[in-house]
């Protein structure tokens, strides 16, 4: 499966963003999917993650609440909702994907996943 990241930009404290992430390649309903992001200095850490069969989902501490992973078979695509951004989530943000042989699992480890995009670059200004 190979990903593709878009919808990153700035935004203004409390305002929102959508990342979309486009795949091409294998059959989509068979992987899980994750976003990750990075800031500068920082490791790479988990935002959220979706399972295979899109019924289960996971957040971060830092964003539940605020963030909604969603997955569309059909579209091949998996999308971030970001509301009430904060400056602290600025970061650039990853798409991944697992092949996964289990329907509801949920990975939040980087080293889970073995396909990545190439990263879009969220900037929330105070």
């Known amino acids: 499966v190979q990903l593709q990241a878009s919808g990153g930009g700035v935004v203004q404290e409390g305002g929102s963003l959508r990342l979309s992430c486009a795949a091409s390649?294998?059959?989509?309903?068979?992987?899980?999917l994750g976003w990750f992001r990075q800031a500068p200095g920082k490791e790479r850490e988990f935002v959220a993650g979706?399972?295979?069969?899109?019924?289960?989902?996971q957040y971060s501490d830092s964003v539940k609440g605020r963030f909604t992973i969603s997955k569309d078979n059909a579209k091949n695509t998996v999308a971030l909702q970001m509301n009430s951004l904060k400056s602290e989530d600025t970061a650039v943000y990853f798409c991944?994907?697992?092949?996964?042989?289990?329907?509801?699992?949920?990975?939040?480890?980087?080293?889970?996943?073995?396909?990545w995009g190439q990263g879009t670059l969220v900037t929330v200004s105070s």
């Open positions: 991944a994907s697992r092949y996964a042989r289990l329907m509801g699992i949920v990975e939040v480890r980087p080293d889970g996943y073995q396909n």
């Open positions: 390649g294998r059959p989509f309903n068979q992987y899980a």
């Open positions: 979706i399972s295979r069969n899109y019924y289960n989902t």
